[in-house]
């Protein structure tokens, strides 16, 4: 919402308000001078309106006038304005027909009208303090997500080398007995690492990026499991939209490491990206063992509790993450992220 806009808005509402205080007022002054009820009602406005008028006029045309000289100014011009008001409407009147007899008028006037400004200011001072604290808590939140990023990229330092060590055990092991299948392996790891230094280590990586290195990663374990792992990923996402690293890559690796590579015959993995019902979800699915067959000395529980509290800090709580064991055996995670959320969070960092 533009500023403007709320300006507007804002001399609205005390528009309204204002107008109740002055039929409220003018309710009195109907039972102490006896005359039409649109009179009371519209002098009664006139010195209201006037207050309303005055002070939004000096506050938007003078923002440098400091507060205390600016309420002075408003309200001497709007009881000279609501009194000259007053007089057009009284001087038919033989009881207010010269300017000390409006003095009753002028007082009441002089008392509407500071009311009028001390509940404005009230208003104001409270309006500015929760627009204060909204901005500290908008602040405390986006250095929480800078933290949380941070973290996720000390993570990130963390377990590439460690990946990359096993990786390249693996491809020392196999120089000897399969000389092929160790220069594929090395082909696929060149991949994975161009594909992480594309990134560049960035707070986002687009989906076509992640699946890039899920490829890469995949393809990887493929060749070191062999027939015992097939994989496909499926993507329905159709705008470019980008994802915190390293949410969705733990998850597959639980998947492979506790539930296809345990099973004798392998599995098969699936990896979904689609959007439902204003939710970002990504789905890991695997054929494997179960949670029931995985040792608790093997739980997967520290990684899923970090992606967990991970998608709570940045996304407000309001994303998830949900493991269920599938009737046909296997396991599924889920990752669910609000959509406007993810959006919100590719425009803060865009």
């Not at 406005?45 to 408003?74: H, I, Q, R």
């Not at 990786?167 to 160790?182: C, G, M, P, Q, Y």
């Not at 280590?201 to 990663?217: C, D, F, G, H, M």
């Not at 493929?222 to 690293?245: A, F, H, K, V």
Request: aromatic share 8%; with cysteine; proline share 4%.
């Amino acid at each position: 919402m533009s500023e403007r806009k709320e300006t507007i808005m804002q001399l609205v509402k005390s528009l309204l308000i204002t107008t109740l205080f002055c039929t409220v007022i003018a309710m009195m002054t109907s039972n102490i001078w006896p005359s039409p009820f649109y009179e009371h009602i519209t002098i009664s406005l006139g010195y209201g309106y006037s207050a309303v008028l005055c002070s939004f006029v000096l506050e938007n045309n003078f923002p440098t006038l400091k507060k205390a000289y600016s309420t002075v100014l408003a309200m001497v011009l709007s009881i000279t304005l609501g009194t000259f008001h007053a007089s057009l409407w009284l001087n038919k009147y033989e009881d207010f027909a010269t300017l000390e007899a409006l003095q009753p008028i002028v007082l009441l006037g002089l008392i509407f009208t500071a009311i009028c400004f001390y509940y404005f200011h009230a208003t104001e001072k409270t309006m500015l303090a929760e627009q204060a604290l909204a901005l500290s808590k908008r602040k405390q939140l986006e250095q929480e997500k800078a933290l949380v990023l941070s973290q996720l990229s000390q993570l990130q330092s963390q377990i590439e080398p460690h990946f990359l060590f096993n990786t390249l055990a693996n491809i020392s092991a196999l120089i000897e007995l399969d000389s092929n299948k160790a220069k594929l392996m090395l082909e696929k790891l060149t991949d994975l690492l161009r594909g992480s230094l594309k990134t560049n280590r960035n707070p986002l990586i687009t989906v076509e990026q992640e699946i890039e290195l899920l490829n890469a990663y995949l393809s990887i374990q493929q060749i070191r499991l062999g027939d015992r792992l097939t994989y496909e990923i499926d993507n329905q996402i159709i705008e470019s939209i980008s994802l915190p690293p390293l949410l969705i890559q733990p998850l597959v690796e639980n998947a492979i490491t506790h539930g296809i590579e345990p099973s004798a015959q392998g599995g098969q993995l699936m990896v979904q990206f689609k959007q439902e019902n204003n939710q970002f979800i990504v789905v890991i699915s695997d054929n494997g063992v179960g949670l029931e067959s995985v040792p608790p000395s093997k739980g997967h529980g520290m990684s899923l509790n970090n992606i967990k509290q991970r998608l709570y800090d940045l996304f407000d709580g309001s994303a998830s993450v949900r493991i269920t064991e599938n009737k046909d055996g296997g396991v599924s995670a889920e990752v669910t992220i609000p959509s406007d959320k993810l959006l919100q969070l590719n425009r803060e960092y865009s």
